[in-house]
């Protein structure tokens, strides 16, 4: 990968292994996770972005996100142009109950005002139908134009400056679909839903927009068969996480990964050098990169075919459920909007008033993060004993990555203890959890020994309780797995 | 999907791991210290956090001494009043600090050279925030319980005949190097004995408080309103978008969201 942004500043400790801001980004480009770099203007993240269009120097698209930008111009930029233009199509298709044939109507005003439905004849609607749809693209236009859009990389720079729709048109590309007249067509060959228990499907071509919206609310995951993910970049100040900003609840429903880059901004050195080298504000182009996506796409099919070690489902599971857990026995979750007020004044400086658990759809995005800066290090000399010993840093590393932006956090806390800098937050809660998770090393080893072993020790089990609890079931789907 | 049982955690062995949890009647939790500069306290105050106190040096104020103390730097207990603050902090294994200490604090503040708990230095700019959290007037409302209750009780032996001299007391804790509190009561050395609004000098009160904490009776004018020591009243200090004040006449049911107490241990 060319590297025209340089910044030397460490993002992460992994394994022994020093990753930086080009790393996080490769990381997300081999997990296939979508990656939003928030941060001042001029600080290097439209530089970062295109260094990573390197990969794909054929295969990647560069949109500037503008207001006065709407969904037909993006459109023409991906040269599906002929799309946008499909009409209202009046036409209403009746079965006949006599004959049982589809018949085609059309509505038509007589002179008392009133409307009625007039059949058309067989030809009509044939001569209608086949010139309205040679104006709109029939399925199989659409199917040839879509599938000839080969971007693997979409980068959609100052994405906060695009109007709501031409948003949505540009998160469905980043999961390698487009959405016209509520239809959903895939980049490439087809679209695959993957379910939270990892089944997929392949989803019917041209399927009911509302469908695709349904499934991912149930927590499917919904992408094209080709590579595709995206990048955005834009300057969003604090109050985009909030859930009252549609931009905010969008970014962080369609982005996995969020990272301030002004948090790691480039070293004085790096300043020095990048002063003197070159004195053009422009961002650059890099030069083509000697590794191809081919490379990354090969990396993502090697890490989604990864089983997933089971501390890191550990781990993912206290996340999801342990940070759950509140006042002795209730759910942050059913709170909703009563947390952190309800929480009792003994706790109020804990991180109990804190954070709120991780989604299912986070924790997939952190596991997969975890695993893609794993196989980074991987590559840079770590053993892989070494990573089996560093898996809860290597899922710390990736939570804060995926979450310190994704509205779990307390905002007022953050606020009042730590000066605004939400980075200083998650920093305190990893402590934390790696305390917790130090302090109940012993139980957690005697629970998977006990798995191993057939047995079921109630002295065991009951070691597990608060926030612990959701290890007894999870000992529980352990021992039936090995049944 | 199948999950694969491990028989290792986190590079360690699992095996033998039941035996011994069986085999330990009653095994202690293991004594970790954090590695990381800054966390923040789990819920039961499952292991302690030192990286989130002050250690306050040991300290002698005429015949009332203190052992190093830690002090932590957040406020919590919000909502709480005077007493329920106490049951809390003890339940906790902490306890409040009195007027002497809080006074000691903020000058342990001021001094800009200070230690967290576990001896890392505390960078200026922390111990600053800090100690305008407690102290400079803005928004929001801060406010603190301090261990202290004022009674009037007589002094001197009891004569048949003779009118007792009646003087203001206080009562507090001590705590030993265990942590294990005893509550004194005893009268108030020569103080502030009228309120200020405003107010009394701060750094004043700082350099040249009581054995008790209070200010001195010839504690200048400033800007920091002062309440003296009532009879049935406990003592808090405040600050908010108006003033900041040293409130010795607070009843000890009060309760607001925004009062909270600042947790103290004996360092151990």
Known sequence: MSR???????????????????????????????????????????????????????????????????????????????????PAYNLEPIINPDSGKVEWHYPKFDERGIMAYQRLTDAQAQTVRKGLEAIAGSTDNIRELTSKVGANLIV???????????????????????????????????????????????????????????????????????????????????????????????????????????????????????????????VEFGELSAETGHALRNRNTRITAQPVPFAKLVVANYLLHGLDYCNNGASKRKMKEAWPNNIQNNQRGSDEALVLPISPRAAKSIIRLSQSLDDIALERGATPDVIAQGALNSMMQAYKLVSTHSGVLNEAMVKNVYDGDRYAAMDALIATTLLQFAQKEGDIMSGIDMVRKGKREAKIMNSFTGRWEFMRDTLDALAKEGK | MSIEIPDRWLGKPVEGAL??????????????????????????????????????????????????????????????????????????????????????????????????????????????????????????????????????????????????????????HTADPQGVLTEVTEPLEPYLASNKTPGINLDNWRMSATKHGLPAEDNPDGGLYYWQPVDGRVARFDADSGRAYLDCNEGPAYRVAELGVRPARAKI
Not at chain 2, 20 to 48: E, Q
């Open chain 1, 4 to 86: 025209i942004y340089k910044n030397s500043t460490q993002v992460a400790d992994l394994h022994g292994v020093p990753l930086y801001m080009h790393d996080v980004v490769d990381a997300c480009l081999a997990g296939r996770l979508n990656l939003f770099l928030q941060g001042d203007t001029g600080a290097g993240k439209t530089q970062l972005a295109k260094d990573a269009m390197g990969y794909f120097p054929d295969h990647s698209l560069f949109v500037l996100g503008r207001n006065d930008m709407d969904t037909r111009e993006l459109f023409q930029q991906i040269n599906l142009g002929k799309l946008h233009q499909k």
């Open chain 1, 156 to 282: 959609v720079d100052e994405l906060p400056n695009c109007v709501p729709a031409v948003r949505a048109q540009l998160f469905n590309l980043f999961d390698g679909f487009i959405e016209i007249a509520g239809r959903a067509y895939p980049i490439g060959k087809n679209l695959v839903a993957t379910y939270q228990d990892g089944k997929r499907t392949v989803l019917p071509f041209g399927i009911d927009f509302g469908t695709v919206d349904s499934l991912r609310t149930e927590g499917a995951t919904i992408s094209s068969d080709i590579y595709s993910v995206g990048i955005a970049t834009g300057n969003i100040g604090q109050q985009f996480t909030e859930s009252a900003n549609d931009l905010g609840r969008a970014i962080k429903d369609r982005m996995h990964v969020t990272v301030d880059v002004d948090h790691y901004f480039p070293s004085p050195s790096d300043t020095m050098s990048i002063l003197a080298g070159n004195t053009n504000p422009r």
């Open chain 2, 19 to 172: 035996e011994r949890a069986l085999k330990n009647p009653n095994p202690a939790p293991p004594i970790v210290t954090p590695s990381a500069p800054a966390s923040i306290l789990p819920a039961n105050n499952m292991g302690l956090n030192r990286a989130d106190y002050i250690i306050l040096p040991s300290q002698t104020h005429g015949d009332y001494a203190y052992g190093d103390t830690l002090v932590s730097m957040q406020r919590s207990h919000l909502g709480e009043n005077w007493s329920e603050s106490w049951d809390s902090l003890k339940s906790d294994g902490a306890y409040m600090l009195n007027i002497r200490q809080f006074v000691d604090f903020l000058k342990l503040l001021r001094s800009g050279r200070a230690f967290d708990g576990d001896g890392n230095s505390i960078q200026l700019s922390r111990l600053n925030g800090l100690y305008e959290e407690i102290t400079e007037v803005r928004d929001p409302w801060r406010s603190e319980w301090l261990d202290a209750k004022f009674s009037m009780q007589a002094v001197g032996k009891k004569w048949v005949g003779l009118v007792n001299k009646n003087a203001m007391h206080i009562t507090y």
